[in-house]
């Protein structure tokens, strides 16, 4: 993978929240200079038993927050269990932020879809999105999730 071109920070673990049985979310300490966009991504690169793991997570965080997170579905493989180990003090490395699957703000209405894991990437825009709802004069809604 090619991570050339983007800022690499290291930051360390804040908290780690289990989501359900098999997603956790894992907040990082915002370092400076980390701005982003809600809807952005990054490369995490995480120590694990057999050197570093990289993988493209979403900013499950919304852009408002001092913390940043990205949220991961458990799977057993070697970057996920390295991750789901990540206790509080511990360090990562994060490239980014990426993307520029953004909201836009000059629409009325937005609808948006995700399947799986993805809701996470769209559960940073919550607070972006009541802005933009109540902007609007309308109601968000989640349609259905599972
Ligand atoms: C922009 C972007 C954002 C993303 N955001 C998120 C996010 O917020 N949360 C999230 O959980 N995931 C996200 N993903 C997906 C994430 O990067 C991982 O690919 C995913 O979580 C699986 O990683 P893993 O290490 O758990 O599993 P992996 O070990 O990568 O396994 C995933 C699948 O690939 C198969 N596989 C692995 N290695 C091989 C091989 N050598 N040959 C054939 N098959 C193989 C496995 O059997 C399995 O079915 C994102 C991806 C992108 C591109």
New binding site residues.
Partial sequence: MDISGSKQFESEVIGVISRTKDVISVRFRRPDGFDYLSGQ?AFVSVGSEKGQEM????L?SSPTESFIE????L?G????NAFAAMKVGDKALINGPR?KLTLPSDYKKICMLSGG?GI??LAQRDQILYRHAAKNQHSPSLFQSF
Avoid: D, N
Avoid at 70 to 73: E, I, L, N, P, Q
Avoid at 77 to 80: A, G, I, L, N, T
């Fill in positions: 991504w993988k493209p997570l979403s499950s990205f949220t991961k579905r799977t493989h070697v970057f996920s993307g894991i996470y990437a």
